[in-house]
């Protein structure tokens, strides 16, 4: 959980910076699992476009060989297939889809990895973004709807309500796109030169106190 929690907290502090040059990666489940450590993912019900089925729904956590990283599935229709390369650099979601995801994001990402029912949840509310074309934004109703169990519904529904008062997360999105189950994830941004080099001589003054309050 502690990883889980300093991911987070590491996109959050990327404030800008340019889209990512597209890449082919290769993705296996961590060493700790599938789901992390923790387990973070529910078996739930639901319909999707009138076809019934039971699936595990929650955070991902996988490695590209070289980090570990959370990502969650943007592609509700499909089976997760990590036998064949993802692409990065392109997203298959529209403008307008993103907004709702960046709100949710802001509302609900870093709750997301608190446990394995609030992983369900957020993961429901964001395939009912997605998926979701009948009604409004409601787990309940529609051609996706959540049959069980019924907290993690409610709990998906509690998020998407928080959408219109949500700003942006601050995050910065990357996608990971096949003919599998495409996935969606975060990622911390390096910060620009000079900011680092501000950083930089920032901490040398502040060591130099230091070393004179010691002196003193």
Not at 129 to 151: K, M, Q, R, W
Not at 181 to 194: C, E, K, N
Request: one cysteine or more; a negative charge; aromatic letters at 6%.
């Amino acid at each position: 959980m502690t990883f889980l929690k300093a991911t987070a907290a590491a996109v959050t502090l990327a404030a800008c910076a340019g889209a990512a040059s597209a890449k082919t990666v290769t993705l296996e489940a961590s060493a700790d699992g599938l789901f992390g450590e923790d387990n973070l993912s529910q078996f739930v019900t639901r319909e999707l476009e009138g076809s019934t089925s039971s699936i595990y729904a929650g955070a991902f956590h996988f490695t590209d060989g070289l980090q570990d990283f959370i990502a969650f599935c943007i592609e509700p229709h499909v089976s997760l297939d990590l036998d064949s390369p993802f692409e990065t650099g392109t997203n298959p979601l529209s403008e307008d889809t993103m907004v709702l995801v960046d709100q949710l994001y802001a509302v609900g990402y870093e709750g997301a990895l608190d446990s394995a029912s609030a992983a369900a949840a957020f993961q429901v509310a964001l395939w009912e973004i997605i998926a979701e074309t009948d009604v409004g934004l409601d787990v309940n109703d529609g051609n996706h709807v959540i049959l069980a169990p019924s907290s993690v519904a409610d709990d998906a529904n509690l998020l998407l309500a928080g959408l219109a008062n949500a700003g942006p997360s601050g995050f910065t999105f990357t996608t990971l796109v096949h003919d599998g189950q495409d996935q969606i994830t975060i990622s911390p941004i390096p910060l620009p030169a000079g900011i680092l080099g501000l950083l930089t001589a920032l901490a040398g003054l502040g060591a130099l106190k230091r070393r004179r309050a010691t002196a003193g």
